[in-house]
């Protein structure tokens, strides 16, 4: 068996009861994800307890891609440590049984919150915060890591949110390395992924590069503002597919139409327009055509302090 934390040593000396622990203490499932499901659980660490996140994969799904994925998360966790990137404190692989150990978020996905599951409805600032939060975590994976890193599933369920309403993105259990070698532009790999969310050039090509994860923010941005689920089946046939629907209400210039009307108050309509050209542009069909997610975040700070202006003009 092993139990290791982020640095490679062993979390406790007593590895057998931890895992007694973690295996028996009384536990409450937070969500399900591409490896596994997510549990909050509480550890007796010494007088004090902390509280942990664990991913588990249960015995009969260990299929050899999903020992792959264990391990890829495990690594990729570890080479990471940013505020808004979920915080790996360790993993334990024993036998058929596979736990990875995470940073507790208190308050639910995005998802949950624009679903309107967590009380209080996400006003525009909250959005626009989330937002940017969001595209410093991808900004560090793609240019600051100690290897560029590919999330791969960038959506809403994937989105954290602390009880100060700061994001953080996590499940990396698809995430890929970038090219390995400086002249290579892009990773040939097997489509994974969300669907409504996933690089079309991506599916088409099987090539995978840091503008996939911007193709899914762009569409994560038309979800945060509308409060739409990307595909919606309940939906008309008309806005049954978020981005189609809200690129053709946005051209016939019924940009303040595509606002969740659940958020109660009135936005800038200049301030709303740019951060929807800003994911139209992130989403578009053609790789080349996208930003990358550093001019994302730079742009996001920009129509943020576009946004305060018009809110002290009072819009």
């Not at 919150?113 to 410093?136: K, P, W, Y």
């Not at 959506?155 to 290579?184: Q, W, Y």
């Amino acid at each position: 068996m092993s139990i290791s934390n982020r640095f490679g040593a062993e979390i406790v000396e007593a590895e057998n009861e931890m895992f007694c622990d973690l295996r028996e203490e009384p536990r409450t499932l937070e969500l399900k994800t591409g490896l596994g499901c997510v549990f909050n659980r509480e550890l007796l660490n010494g007088d004090s307890f902390s509280t942990i996140d664990i991913l588990k994969v249960g015995f009969q799904e260990l299929f050899e891609n999903l020992r792959t994925e264990f391990s890829s998360e495990v690594e990729l966790l570890a080479k990471i440590d940013h505020r808004n990137l979920v915080k790996l404190l360790g993993y334990v692989d024993r036998g058929n049984e596979r736990l990875i150990i995470t940073e507790y978020v208190t308050n639910g996905t995005l998802r949950d919150h624009l679903d309107g599951q967590r009380g209080r409805i996400l006003d525009f600032n909250q959005r626009l915060e989330i937002s940017i939060d969001v595209a410093h975590g991808l900004t560090y994976l793609h240019q600051y890591a100690e290897k560029q890193i590919i999330h791969r599933d960038v959506k809403s369920s994937n989105i954290l949110l602390t009880e100060n309403m700061r994001a953080k993105v996590a499940d990396f259990g698809f995430a890929r390395l970038g090219p390995m070698e400086s002249d290579r532009t892009h990773i040939s790999t097997k489509v994974k992924g969300t669907v409504g969310y996933l690089d079309p050039e991506y599916m088409r090509t099987y090539q995978l590069t840091t503008k996939s994860d911007v193709y899914s923010f762009g569409v994560l941005l038309i979800e945060i503002l509308t409060g739409h689920r990307p595909v919606d089946l309940k939906k008309s046939a008309a806005e049954r597919v978020t981005l189609r629907w809200a690129f053709k209400k946005f051209n016939e210039g019924s940009v303040m139409e595509l606002v969740d009307p659940l958020m109660e108050e009135v936005v800038d309509s200049d301030v709303v327009t740019k951060m929807f050209s800003l994911a139209f542009h992130c989403a578009a069909p053609i790789r080349a055509d996208r930003p990358d997610m550093k001019s994302v975040g730079e742009q996001l700070w920009a129509i943020r302090a576009d946004y305060l202006k018009s809110a002290k003009r009072g819009h």
